[in-house]
């Protein structure tokens, strides 16, 4: 059995704990593995080993800081489908999806090596006579981020690529249902020439969550995972004085108006439905079909679905792999049943598709019409291949179903009329907007996160909000001694 242990001051180390977590491929089913999980005690030990490394690091300088970003981007560039192959067989997305995956990561890693440039600060001559005023920015010392099973490898390298190349020592706790992309990134992390200590996993579940929003020396963690943990991590997190950004979970809308182009908007609505098995935070689970438009496009959904190649994502045919666990793939067959006990229409059912393998934890694609706002198909993030259909009259009526929803994470329209569009991207309280474009995840040097009840917190991840959130700013008022103008004054500073 292969075991995946932590990774502190610049090796492996063994859990001492006694605690483990098994680690499958879902697509054989099979325990490939069994990861340690930290006691509080283990994360101490981290924590205070990354401590001492980040003196060391923040007082590196820029140019040595964007030197190891440069050769790690080139590393990781060099070596992109051994990482992808690690989280299709832990993660089980195909290996296309995985290889998308990763390019997103690295994209984050190409702008942090601009960070000389993206810690600058201002500065203004002469605020008052002889006073100038300048602002700096510094890392805030051992940061956390803390990862979903989703996306093993984008979403630490979201975190720990902006953490790190501000100066800061990062510590990661990913997700003990797909470790290893983790501890994949530490080699190559301690390969581009970065101190020791400076990048450190610590494998675990709740027990570990806990030690970090406990520990006075974790000035701020960055999550992303589901609404409730989300929420937690942020209101323990703030209540113990740290710096926090939580990003949730989220229940995308594609809004598909009547002039779209039909064939556009089904290609769209297959891809970024059943892409990832729908295991993706932008994933679109819910299409609004406007007025005349939803009986042609739930036809070219349908028609498209046989076409789905189902399958391990190690083998390069497939196109949609299994779900993560056999548990959540229960869960999420248990929404299609409560769907069509409250009335969906079944289009396309997952649970009886013939077409998907025996072993492993696959579910069929499944294609709900007449979904209503009261269903739990609709209420709830399934995070499953499960497509629903909601059918509205009118532009307004679309827009106000995705307002009054719970998330806001993404979402999307699909239309020939720029003055829709445009008027879209102004009503719609959602973070992330895409126009004729399902899954606007932002390029890197823009920044990610949703509104509402999928994030807390105030900054959005990666980009100049990553910057933003793992570094303070300083601002220094100087005065230098000249003889010539020096006086007593006993009066408040002003700005003459
Ligand atoms: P999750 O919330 O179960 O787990 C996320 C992390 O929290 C993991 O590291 C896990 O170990 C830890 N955790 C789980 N339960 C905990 C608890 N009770 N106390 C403390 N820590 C705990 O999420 P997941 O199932 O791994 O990932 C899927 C979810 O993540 C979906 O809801 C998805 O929408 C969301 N997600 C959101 C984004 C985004 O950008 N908004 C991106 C990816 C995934």
Same mark, same amino acid.
């Given at each position: ?220 963690? +960055? ?6 943990? =989300?929420? !937690? &991590?942020?209101?323990?997190? /703030? %209540?113990?004085? #740290? ?81 993560? +666990? ?6 999420? =067959?248990? !929404? &299609?049943?409560?769907?069509? /006990? %409250?009335?969906? #229409? ?92 399902? &899954? ?57």
């Amino acid at each position: 059995m292969n075991h995946i242990a932590h990774w502190i001051g610049g090796a492996t180390r063994k859990g001492t704990s006694g605690r483990v977590g098994p680690v499958h491929n879902p697509a054989t089913g099979e325990q490939i593995a069994e990861v340690d999980l930290a006691s509080e005690s283990e994360v101490n030990q981290a924590v205070a080993v990354a401590r001492e490394a980040a003196e060391g690091w923040r007082a590196a300088s820029l140019a040595k800081r964007a030197a190891v970003l440069f050769t790690f981007r080139e590393l990781l560039a060099g070596r992109k489908d051994a990482l992808a192959a690690i989280v299709t067989r832990e993660h089980g997305k195909v290996a296309a999806d995985a290889a998308g995956e990763v390019a997103r990561g690295l994209e984050n890693v190409e702008f942090a090596t601009g960070i000389p440039h993206l810690m600058k600060g201002g500065f203004s001559e002469q605020a008052a006579t002889g006073v100038d005023v300048y602002s700096i920015r510094q890392p805030l010392g051992v940061v956390a981020g803390i990862t979903p099973f989703n996306f093993p490898a984008m979403v630490p390298l979201w975190m720990c690529a902006t953490a790190i190349a501000a100066g800061n020592a990062f510590v990661l706790k990913p997700s003990e249902k797909d470790p290893s992309a983790a501890l994949w990134l530490a080699g190559l992390w301690r390969e581009a020439g970065l101190p020791d200590g400076v990048f450190t996993v610590v494998n675990g579940d709740k027990e570990a969550v806990d030690a970090i929003l406990a520990h006075p020396d974790v000035a701020a963690v +960055s999550f992303v995972g589901s609404t409730p943990i =989300a929420r !937690y &991590i942020y209101e323990t997190g /703030t %209540a113990n004085g #740290k710096r926090v950004q939580a990003l949730g979970g989220a229940k995308n809308h594609m809004v598909v108006l009547p002039d779209a182009e039909l064939d556009a908007a089904a290609d769209a609505a297959i891809s970024a439905g059943y892409g990832a098995a729908g295991e993706r935070c932008m994933a679109i689970s819910v299409v609004v079909a406007v007025g005349e438009i939803a009986d042609p496009l739930v036809a070219a959904i349908a028609e498209r679905l046989p076409g789905i190649r189902i399958g391990d994502g190690a083998d390069p045919g497939s196109e949609m792999g299994p779900l993560i +666990s056999a548990q959540h793939r229960d869960r999420v =067959a248990s !929404y &299609i049943e409560a769907g069509v /006990t %409250a009335g969906a #229409k079944v289009i396309e059912d997952g649970r009886k598709s013939g077409r998907i393998p025996e072993k492993g934890f696959f579910l069929g694609a499944t294609l709900l019409d007449n979904v209503t706002p009261e269903m739990s198909v609709y209420t709830d993030e399934i995070f499953g291949p499960v497509l629903s259909v909601v059918r509205v009259e009118t532009y307004a009526e679309a827009v106000e179903l995705i307002n009054s929803n719970e998330y806001g994470n993404g979402t999307a329209i699909f239309t020939r009329d720029g003055g829709a569009a445009r008027r879209f991207q102004f009503d719609v309280n959602a973070g992330m907007v895409g126009v004729n474009v399902p &899954i606007p995840v932002p390029v890197a040097y823009y920044s990610f996160g949703g509104w509402k009840a999928s994030l807390f917190g105030d900054t959005h991840m990666y980009g100049p909000d990553g910057i933003h959130f793992f570094t303070r700013s300083k601002v220094v008022t100087s005065r230098w001694p000249d003889p010539g103008t020096s006086k007593i004054d006993l009066g408040f500073p002003q700005t003459d």
